[in-house]
Structures are given as C-alpha cells and as structure tokens.
C-alpha cells in the first residue's frame, strides 16, 4: 500500500520553508554534475524547474512532444501573475494572500504549502524583473497591478493579455543558456508513454520519437513531471489541443497515487461554443471582469441589442448577488451563476446559452484608448473570432473548462509516491483547492520550479550518490515492451470508430455529468457510459498510417486511451466526494439560494487514489487536513 507522508515541517505557519531549508539534505556543488534528471514539459513549471537544477550544475534531460520549449501551453496565459507586494498599499500581505487562496479553495488546501506559496510569490516577480520580463508599469516606473477574482486588493502583475507568453520567454532564455552551457539536453518532439521503476524507485521514462516512431528510454536518479493539467479530457476546453493527462496518468498506473481528479476548473469568460466541429474553446482572460460588467437582459424574450436595453431592465446578477465582490466573484461561483440564469432562460445568443460582458461603462469612464491598452489584444482576439468588436458591442461569453485543481499527489518536497519521482505546476494538486483563485497558477507554477523543487530535489537526491543504473537494466527493456505492446494493440484493431469521435463523446458525458453540477445518477450514469466507450475503442478504434511514422492520430488514440481512464476516475472521485466544494457543486447539497454546503466533518481531506489493477478499481485514501491558522468557515462573497 502506498505510504503518505506529506513531511509538512514543524513550528510556527510562518517559519515552516525556513526551519524545513535549514534541515533538508543537500548535493554538493561538485557532486552534482554525477546526478541525471529528467525533465518532462517546459511549460512555466518545467522550464523554470529545468534552468534552475542546470544552473545548479546537475546534468539535466529535458522532454517535449513541442517542437520548441515555447509551444508550451503556458505561452497562452493571459491575464497575470498573483503576489503579495503590496505596491498599492492596499492592505495586501503574506497572509492576505495565504487566506484569500485558503478560501478561495474552499478551505480543501494544505495550510503549509499555501503560506509558502504566497511566502515565495514576492521573489518570483524580482525574478522575472531581474529576466527581462516588461510587465505593465505606471506612468512613474512602479510596476503596475490589477484585481483578478475572489479578491479585495490589487496583487495581480500583468504584461498586457500576454503574461504566460512573457513569463515563458523569460524562463526560456534561461533554459536556452543552459542548453547552450551544454547542463541541459534537449529532446524535442519526444512523448513521454511510461515511467521506468527500479526496486519502487522512478529510474527513468520511455519515450516516442515523433518523427520515425522509435520506442527509447533514458535512466535518471529523478524524473521530474511538469506536464500540466488534464482538462483536455472535456475535449472542449480552452487548453492546448495537444494538452493531454498521459504523462501523469501512466506514472499514476506505476504507483502515482493521483489527488482529487474531480476538482476541475471551470472558467466564467470564454467565448461560447458554436458548433459541433469546434476543436477548442478560447478563454477572454478574467481581467476583463475588472472594469467589464457581467449581464443578462431582465425579460426572458427580449429581441433588442444589447446597447438599445437600458440599464433599468438589464440583469446585472453577479453585482446583485454578491455586492461586496461583484464581477469579480471567484470563477467557480461566476460560473455557476452563469449556468443558473442561462438554465432559468435569461441567456442570450443564438443557443441560450451565453450572458454579456459589457465595456460600455468603462469605455465611457475611462476612454476606448485606455481600455485598449490595458485588454488591447483580448478586444482584438476576440474580434477576430466572432467578427464583433467589443469596443462596440459587449462581450458574449459562457463558462469552459480551463483548469485542474486535482493531479498527482506530492509531499512538501513536491515528490510523489514513488520516490524519485516530482510533479510540479498544474500536474500536481498542490495547492488551489477545490478552486483556483485567477492569477495564480503562473505563481504556482514559478514557484515550484524557481524556488521550491531546486531547494528541496536534494532531499531524495543526496542517498543516491554514484547509485547509478543504467538502460541495460532489465526493467527498461521491460517497460519499453509493455508500450511497444499496447501501441501494438491499439494499431491492429482497425475497426470504425475514430479516436476524435470517442474523444468527443467522452467530453459530453464529462462536461455534463461532472462539470459546473453533478449528482449520484449523472455521475452512475457517466460511469457506465465512458465503460462503454472505452469497450468501443479496445474493440472498434481506428488507425491509419504506421506507427513508426509521423502519426497524430496513433498520438491522438493513446491520450484519448488514459483519457478514458482519468474520467473515469474523475467521475468516481466526484461521486465519494459526497458534499459541494469550490468547483465541485454536488446538486444534493446546496443552500436554498443555490450556494455549496461544504461538510467539513467528513470531507476535509485530499481524496488520493491508488492505482490496483486493470480489474480492481483504485483505492481512495485520505489526507487530513489540519487548519491551525485559519479556522474553515462559509464561504461568503456577498
Ligand atoms: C487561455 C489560458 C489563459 C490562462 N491565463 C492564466 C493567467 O493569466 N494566470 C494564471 O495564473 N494562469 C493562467 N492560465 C493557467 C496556466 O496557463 C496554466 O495552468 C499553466 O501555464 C500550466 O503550466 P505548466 O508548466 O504546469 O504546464 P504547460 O504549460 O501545460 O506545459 C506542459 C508541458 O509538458 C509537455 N508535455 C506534456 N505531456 C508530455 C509528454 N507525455 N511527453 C513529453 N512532453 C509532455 C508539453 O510539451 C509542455 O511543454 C491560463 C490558461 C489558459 C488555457
């Protein structure tokens, strides 16, 4: 059985990451160079994490199925990175940012990671700074900040609607400096398909060579996994196409336990589906809820346009609902409040299912110049989307999925259950919650991978000195038949059924059953349906080409074959969870006015689920969590 032990320091919240430092093993500066990491993403967390153990002088093997380590998904965050500066003097401080993302999680967070994260997340903007990256400034030189949800003070650090995409050149220039020093090997175009373990330990991966097909493995004393989050598994989702759970899936089927699958974002502003044939949806950053004001007109069959209704018979139910937070309520309730007045007939568009977000206050305030330099490139996007202008007209926008709360499972030193094995940024679950406050995954993710995981890898790292092992080991071999078996399988099936359209019934049954509501019979219900397609596609999917080929559908098949799995597992997971948190609204237990009833009492843990067999389901375990500086209460935003 899996052992937890999340190795939280003792002492006092505030000196938990200084004691824990002060303590924690250490590789020499000369040893270093002996110890081979293995590096998987170069998004934020990966490629930060990369540059900063090369730097260190460890020999570090880096993994993308990008061409380039700026393909990372990353490169699409776009409205900003949360830390407690306090620039505005505005009464923001460590704790404010430590209780505000407590809360915002639903109190389902770990105390000590939360405070550190907050702790760190004054160093990464210095970082950054120091980097290069040209955040937004005041006209006097200070760096500017603005609000994202779920907040009272203005911490949020921005790059107009581009800050993912600055970030990650400035962590790219350090991972291309390690490149260049000769620290850091890069495989590009290199899917990671397992994890190699020797006597329990993670010893190195498998991968797939893209372009001709080639099965390879390469050993390490640490596999680090940096491959974000799994919420392509709804198919319509504002990640990457290529966002995929496989890395993190096979790890979690080696002995990864995998935390609250079910805690997944859904984000309030993204641009409506349109269609059956949509490949992805595209977010409208939460900034705009700064000066946009969110909407729906008061009359059930209203036909005017939006600018010929006045102000007197326009809904405006988030600044009703919740006067003190207004629009910028945290995502998971402007999302629920989204769906409830489109459910009840109030949405707009051609499906009903939309509500506007309308600039036409601020524009009339501050100038259509101003809102053009702060939401410039988001007007235009969104432009060149939907052919209208929001500087004309308002925004129409509904709620997608966007991000996962729930990951593998890791300790304070970000490791996982298999020793030698760390998760960081989205792919872990460390420390949102059951919801995710805006702004701060970029923090997270940098975090991890600037300050925490380099400090802390040597912790494992330091007993394995010149233990090394190598690719004639057998368990390589091994593990690179049980891939080349199942890639195998997957290509001689040749039924009907192709890997996208089993992706897409996938992604109803997820975005339906387990999306912004759920309930035990939906929940049943999906259980047995995504059984049924994971039937079809071991007994009808179909393949063209070959495997040792350029073949995105054999790519395609083998993410939609985990995908199948983790919504599954997700599914169950929201089905235990027997209670309404952050994200996860249980329909059974709600307030009369529609708001999450948490039950402390039974469900203040992480749901950590291990992996049995193909035919055992997994085993959920718990880990308490202990709140000493902050006591749980109802979440209020109004
Ligand atoms: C449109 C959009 C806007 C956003 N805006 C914000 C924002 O303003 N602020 C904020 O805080 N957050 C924002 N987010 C969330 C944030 O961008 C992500 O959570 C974060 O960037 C994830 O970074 P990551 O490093 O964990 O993973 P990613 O950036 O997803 O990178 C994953 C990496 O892993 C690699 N990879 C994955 N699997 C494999 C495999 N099997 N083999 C080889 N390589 C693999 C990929 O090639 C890639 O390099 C936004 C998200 C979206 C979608």
Same mark, same amino acid.
């Given at each position: 059985m899996i052992q937890f032990e999340s190795k939280i320091p003792d002492g006092p919240l505030e000196d938990k990451w200084e004691? #824990?430092?002060?303590?924690?093993?250490?590789?020499?500066?000369?040893?270093?160079?002996?110890?081979?990491?293995?590096?998987?993403?170069?998004?934020?967390?990966?490629?930060?994490?990369?540059?900063?153990?090369?730097?260190?002088?460890?020999?570090? #093997?880096?993994?993308?199925?990008?061409?380039?380590?700026?393909?990372?998904?990353?490169?699409?965050?776009?409205?900003?990175?949360?830390?407690?500066?306090?620039?505005?003097?505005?009464?923001?401080?460590?704790?404010?940012?430590?209780?505000?993302?407590?809360?915002? =999680?639903?109190?389902?967070?770990?105390?000590?990671?939360?405070?550190?994260?907050?702790?760190?997340?004054t160093s990464i903007i210095d970082q950054c700074v120091a980097q290069g990256v040209p955040f937004a400034r005041e006209y006097g030189g200070m760096l500017a900040n603005r609000s994202f949800g779920g907040v009272l003070v203005e911490r949020t650090f921005y790059c107009r609607g581009q800050t993912g995409q600055q970030l990650l050149l400035g962590a790219y220039q350090a991972l291309e400096k390690e490149i260049e020093m000769g620290r850091v090997i890069l495989y590009n175009r290199s899917e990671m398909l397992d994890l190699v373990k020797i006597d329990g330990r993670a010893r190195g991966?498998?991968?797939r060579d893209m372009v001709n097909g080639e099965i390879r493995s390469i050993a390490g004393e640490a596999v680090v996994l940096a491959t974000g989050g799994y919420g392509a598994a709804y198919f319509n989702s504002t990640n990457a196409i290529n966002s995929n759970g496989t890395a993190i899936w096979r790890a979690h089927r080696r002995g990864a336990a995998f935390a609250n699958p079910s805690f997944v974002q859904i984000h309030p502003t993204c641009i409506p589906v349109s269609g059956d044939y949509q490949s992805k949806l595209t977010l409208m950053s939460e900034s705009l809820r700064n000066d946009g004001r969110v909407w729906v007109p008061r009359d059930k069959n209203e036909t005017r346009a939006a600018e010929d209704i006045p102000d007197s018979e326009r809904y405006y139910y988030l600044e009703e609902r919740y006067p003190t937070f207004g629009n910028l309520v945290p995502r998971d309730v402007a999302s629920r409040a989204a769906k409830?007045?489109?459910?009840?007939?109030?949405?707009? =568009?051609?499906?009903?299912?939309?509500?506007?977000?309308d600039f036409r206050d601020a524009i009339n305030q501050q100038g259509a110049d101003k809102i053009g330099?702060?939401?410039?490139?988001?007007?235009?996007?969104? @432009?060149?989307?939907?052919?209208?202008?929001?500087?004309?007209?308002?925004?129409r926008i509904y709620p997608a999925v966007h991000y996962c709360m729930g990951g593998l499972w890791v300790d304070y030193n970000l490791e996982t259950t298999i020793p030698g094995l760390y998760a960081v940024g989205e792919a872990n679950f460390s420390d949102h919650g059951a919801n995710r406050l805006g702004a701060s995954s970029l923090m997270q993710c940098l975090a991890d991978g600037y300050?925490?995981?380099?400090?802390?890898?040597?912790?494992?790292?330091?007993?394995?000195?010149?233990?090394?092992?190598?690719?004639? #080991?057998? @368990?390589?071999?091994?593990?690179?038949?049980?891939?080349?078996?199942?890639?195998?399988?997957?290509?001689?099936?040749? *039924?009907?059924?192709?890997?996208?359209?089993?992706?897409?019934?996938?992604?109803?049954?997820?975005?339906?059953?387990?999306?912004?509501?759920?309930? @035990?019979?939906?929940?049943?219900?999906?259980?047995?349906?995504?059984?049924?397609?994971?039937?079809?596609?071991?007994?009808?999917?179909?393949?063209? *080409?070959d495997a040792d080929d350029v073949n995105p559908t054999l790519e395609r098949a083998m993410r939609?074959?985990?995908?199948?799995?983790? *919504?599954?597992?997700?599914?169950?997971?929201?089905?235990?969870?027997?209670?309404?948190?952050?994200? #996860?609204?249980?329909?059974?237990?709600q307030s009369e006015d529609g708001e999450v009833i948490r039950n402390d009492e039974d469900f203040s843990h992480v749901a950590a689920w291990e992996w049995q067999d193909e035919d055992t389901e997994q085993v959920r375990h718990r880990e308490q969590l202990v709140y000493e500086a902050v006591q749980p209460a109802t979440r209020s935003y109004k």
């Open positions: 004691n #824990h430092l002060e303590h924690v093993r250490l590789v020499g500066p000369r040893n270093r160079p002996s110890y081979d990491i293995i590096v998987v993403g170069t998004g934020l967390a990966g490629a930060s994490a990369a540059s900063s153990l090369a730097a260190q002088g460890y020999r570090v #093997h880096v993994f993308i199925y990008h061409d380039t380590p700026r393909r990372a998904h990353s490169i699409a965050a776009q409205g900003g990175i949360n830390a407690c500066k306090n620039y505005r003097e505005d009464g923001d401080s460590v704790y404010r940012l430590f209780y505000d993302t407590q809360k915002g =999680g639903d109190f389902r967070a770990r105390e000590a990671n939360v405070y550190r994260l907050a702790q760190t997340s991966i498998i991968y409830v007045v489109c459910d009840e007939g109030y949405g707009i =568009g051609q499906t009903g299912y939309s509500v506007y977000l330099e702060k939401y410039g490139n988001l007007f235009d996007m969104y @432009e060149e989307i939907t052919g209208e202008s929001p500087y004309q007209q308002p925004f300050f925490i995981l380099p400090q802390t890898i040597g912790d494992g790292l330091q007993p394995m000195f010149r233990d090394k092992v190598d690719i004639s #080991h057998p @368990e390589f071999a091994k593990t690179e038949a049980e891939v080349r078996d199942r890639i195998q399988r997957v290509m001689s099936i040749q *039924g009907d059924s192709t890997p996208l359209s089993i992706h897409k019934r996938l992604g109803k049954q997820l975005w339906n059953e387990c999306g912004m509501s759920r309930n @035990e019979s939906g929940l049943r219900g999906a259980i047995a349906e995504i059984d049924r397609l994971s039937e079809e596609f071991w007994t009808n999917v179909s393949i063209p *080409g939609v074959a985990d995908f199948l799995e983790i *919504g599954s597992l997700m599914c169950r997971d929201a089905l235990t969870r027997d209670e309404s948190c952050g994200c #996860h609204f249980r329909e059974e237990h």
